[in-house]
């Protein structure tokens, strides 16, 4: 019974959203773009995680983009400083990405599913990408390992998920930037 109500929860909690542009401001005059998170699950996965792309563009027109890997666990998260992602791509190379900064969720989220009452912990860390890495992922990946303070956490994909969803926000975010986006815009 608790494997159906966790199913039934887990199932309820989830977002579905067509890949598009969260947010594109420019304050300052620097440039941000966010695109959604898109789930790249399983439904037998502890951690739950969502992927997206982001880009900064400075006042030069310099871009600066990162890969959004949103987790969810059912215990406390945290990415230390300078924390890595190991991307496996489908042709058995690999990619190491490193966050800047630590992210962590040692409070979490209570939540309440037809009565079964949980506590879910998010994180979402940042890692800095360059095009020719897109360009690479876009290509297909079949295996990412997160960094955490507890343990590393494995996410394998018998199909892929994150290269397609990588790809199309690429694009989404390029069509964008060939656009130019002032203060003004939507005023």
């Given amino acids: 019974m608790k494997k159906i109500l966790f199913a039934f929860m887990v199932l309820s909690s989830m977002n579905t ?5 969260e ?3 420019v304050e300052k005059g620097e440039r941000f773009i966010i695109c959604s998170l898109e789930n790249v699950r399983s439904m037998s996965d502890k951690v739950v995680f969502k992927v997206g792309l982001s880009v900064g563009q400075n006042k030069t ?3 600066l983009y990162s890969i ?3 987790a969810t666990a059912a ?3 945290t990415v230390p400083k300078n924390g890595k992602l190991l991307i ?3 042709d058995d190379s690999t990619l190491e990405l490193n966050t800047s900064i630590e992210y962590s969720d040692k409070i979490g989220k209570v939540n309440n599913v037809g009565g079964y009452v949980y506590t879910a912990y998010t994180i979402t860390p940042s890692f800095n990408v360059t095009p020719e890495q897109i360009d690479k992922i876009k290509q297909g990946v079949k295996k990412i390992r997160l960094e955490t303070s507890l343990e590393p956490i494995d996410k394998n994909f018998k199909k892929d998920k994150i290269g397609k969803v990588i790809e ?3 694009s989404l975010i390029k069509n964008a930037l060939s656009k130019k986006k002032s203060f003004s815009d939507g005023f």
């Fill in 17 to 21: 959203f067509a890949q598009k542009i």
């Fill in 23 to 25: 947010l594109d401001k």
């Fill in 61 to 63: 027109g310099n871009t």
């Fill in 68 to 70: 959004l890997l949103n």
């Fill in 75 to 77: 215990t406390p998260l």
């Fill in 88 to 90: 496996k791509l489908m």
């Fill in 168 to 170: 199309k926000e690429y």
